[in-house]
Structures are given as structure tokens and as C-alpha cells.
């Protein structure tokens, strides 16, 4: 039988409508940057071990978010954000496509990173009360610099390194994310006795480490901010400029653990995204685990540094997902209890 015209735009119209009227809600969000591969079964990227182990078998296609979104079904998701400035343009593609309900959802940020050697080692894995942008500033051919300067990256306002500028206007709004610190040291309570796996590679590593205590110890769970940068730097000139920076933008509070390519994007996203009340940036938490270290070892090459393999590759992938999963399982099971405020 023919429908009537108008019968029939309705019967079209009508799952959209249910779409729109009722979108998924979700409890807790992982949120990963980056898969090297099938999601299952293969060379893992951060995403995998979170699929093959947590039951993630339904898959939903989100517009302007270039991996699908996968989910156990029961309020939990997997998100990959994509690297660089595309993992801040994926995050509000996949809240403002109406898709899922995020008004209550806790977010966990969870990849890997390069180390300050020190702060910690490599494998361990830090809790951030604070998001870093490393990526507003002057910079200047390090050759063509005054000699007395530690690094050529100046904050945009400034005329030297390391100095906030003296008058307002210039700086962007925000450098520095501070996150729920409640939250945060609920996190690192529950997962500081983690046990992450170590390995004779790791060791031999860290052993070339020398007068870094932390960057020579088995891996471990810490507080520490993590630093975010679209760059891929490297070397000890810039590990002082983000440890500098760091410090600088937090007020003296913070100590840089973690240098990344996409939290400060991430955390751009969800901060603007809290402002329109699509999220809670106050539910947000970052967490990186360290694959390899940000700069050389005393008697090593800063190229052969930068280019040698992660002896804390797959390591940092299982601390990820070890330390990660005990808040996202505490999170997801008790989710409804805590609705008002975070734990």
C-alpha cells in the first residue's frame, strides 16, 4: 500500500526526531589520541587494550569524528581524538552532534607521553591537576638568541624567556587548565599502589639515567601536569622551557611530568564546551603514562634520543589502561550517586 506524501515525510522524520529528542547518555568517557591498526587483535595502539578488554563490541559512527565511537552499552565509551589541533576539532564534533548526552559525564584522558626524567621513569603514569599549553608563544631561531638565554620560546607580550608580559591583552586567555583537584587526588588515591609491569629493556634504560633518581626508579603512579604542544620537541634546552613554562603559567604550583601532542587541545575543547553547558569540565581528568623520555640521557645524543625505540611502548600502554580502568569501572558503577558533585 501507498503512503500519503505527508505520511511518509513523517515516517522519515520520526527517528530523526527520536534521535534528537534522545540522546545517549553517557557516564564515562575515555577518551584515547591515537590507533595504529585494527581496534583488536593486532599492534596495539592506546585504544586497543581498552576494547579488547573492556567488551567494547558496539560501534557508532559520528560525523566529523574520524574513528567510530565504541561502547560496552552499559554508559561507557571509547573516543579517539586524533593528534594535534584535530583532536580539539574531533571533541566538539562528537559532543554537538547531539549524538550522546555528556551533561554528567566524567571524562578520562588516557595516552601515553614523553617523561621529564626528573620527575619520573618510564612506564609510570601521572595524574594531572593541571593541562599546560605549550603552543602560544614567540619563538626565535635559537642561533640568532642572546647567548645567556636558556631557550629561544618567549610568552607572547614578553621580551625575555620565562616572564609572564607586564601588561595585559596579549596572552591568550587560558595557558594554564587547573582541573577538579578533588577529583584529581581521588584518582591517584585509588591507583597509587597500581602495580605496572616492568621489563629487563626498561631497566637497562633507565639505568643510563644517571643523577635522575626518579628517572632510574620502577615505573610508579604520580601527580604531575601533563604539557601539551602540536610540536614533537625534544632535548634538554627544551625540557628547562617547559618545565619553566609550566611553572610560569601554574603559578608555581605546577611540575611538568608529561609532554604530549593533544591535551591541551582536549582540554581547550571541554573547557569551552563547560562554558556552553554540553559538559562538566569539572568531571575531566588526564592521565599520561610515559612510553619514553623527553630528553637524552647525560652521555646520549639528543638525535639518537629523539629517534631511538620506546623501550616503555607497550608498558605504558598496559599502565594506561591498568591504572585508567580502576577509575573509569569505580566511576561507571557509583555514576549515578555521584550526579551532583564529583567524588
Known amino acids: ?15 530523526l526526531a527520536r534521535l534528537a529528542a534522545d540522546p545517549i547518555p553517557v557516564k564515562v568517557a575515555v577518551v584515547v589520541t591515537f590507533e595504529v591498526g585494527a581496534d583488536k587483535g593486532d599492534k596495539p595502539g592506546e585504544l586497543q587494550f581498552w576494547a579488547e578488554r573492556e567488551g567494547w563490541d558496539q560501534s557508532i559512527a559520528v560525523p566529523g569524528v574520524d574513528h567510530p ?18 583532536c580539539s576539532n574531533q571533541i566538539m564534533a562528537l559532543v554537538l552532534s547531539g549524538r550522546f548526552d555528556f551533561s554528567k559525564t566524567y571524562w578520562v584522558v588516557n595516552g601515553i607521553a614523553g617523561v621529564n626524567p626528573a620527575v619520573a621513569s618510564i612506564g609510570s603514569a601521572a595524574w594531572a591537576h593541571y593541562v599546560i599549553d605549550g603552543d602560544v608563544a614567540y619563538e626565535i631561531d635559537a642561533r640568532e638568541a642572546e647567548a645567556s638565554w636558556p631557550y629561544a620560546i618567549i610568552p607572547v607580550g614578553s621580551k625575555v624567556p620565562n616572564q609572564k608580559p607586564s601588561y595585559e591583552g596579549w596572552e591568550p586567555e587560558t595557558m594554564a587548565y587547573p582541573l577538579n583537584a578533588k577529583l584529581v587526588d581521588w584518582a591517584y588515591a585509588l591507583t597509587k599502589d597500581t602495580v605496572i609491569p616492568d621489563s629487563d629493556a626498561m631497566k637497562t634504560y633507565r639505568a ?5 633518581p626518579n628517572a632510574v626508579r620502577p615505573p610508579f603512579v604520580l601527580c604531575g601536569e601533563t604539557f601539551g604542544s602540536c610540536r614533537y620537541w625534544h632535548g634538554k634546552a627544551l625540557t628547562q622551557w617547559a618545565s619553566d613554562w609550566t611553572r610560569l603559567w601554574s603559578d608555581g604550583k605546577g611540575v611538568m611530568a608529561m609532554s604530549d601532542m593533544e591535551d591541551q587541545g582536549i582540554a581547550a575543547a ?27 640521557a647525560p652521555r646520549q645524543d639528543v638525535n639518537a634520543s629523539l629517534h631511538s625505540e620506546y623501550a616503555g611502548y607497550i608498558p605504558s600502554l598496559e599502565a594506561a589502561y591498568r591504572v585508567g580502568s580502576r577509575v573509569v569501572h569505580e566511576l561507571a558503577a557509583h555514576g549515578d550517586a555521584w550526579q551532583a558533585p564529583p567524588p
Open 208 to 212: 643510563t639515567y644517571e643523577g635522575f
Open 69 to 86: 565511537v565504541l561502547t560496552d552499552g552499559k554508559g561507557t565509551i571509547g573516543v579517539v581524538s586524533g593528534t594535534t589541533v584535530r
Open 1 to 15: 500500500m501507498k503512503l500519503p506524501s505527508r505520511l511518509l515525510l513523517l515516517a522519515l522524520l520520526c527517528p
Open 270 to 296: 571541554l573547557s569551552r564546551l563547560s562554558k556552553m553547558g554540553r559538559v562538566d569540565f569539572g568531571r575531566a581528568l588526564f592521565l599520561r603514562t610515559a612510553s619514553n623520555y623527553c630528553m637524552q
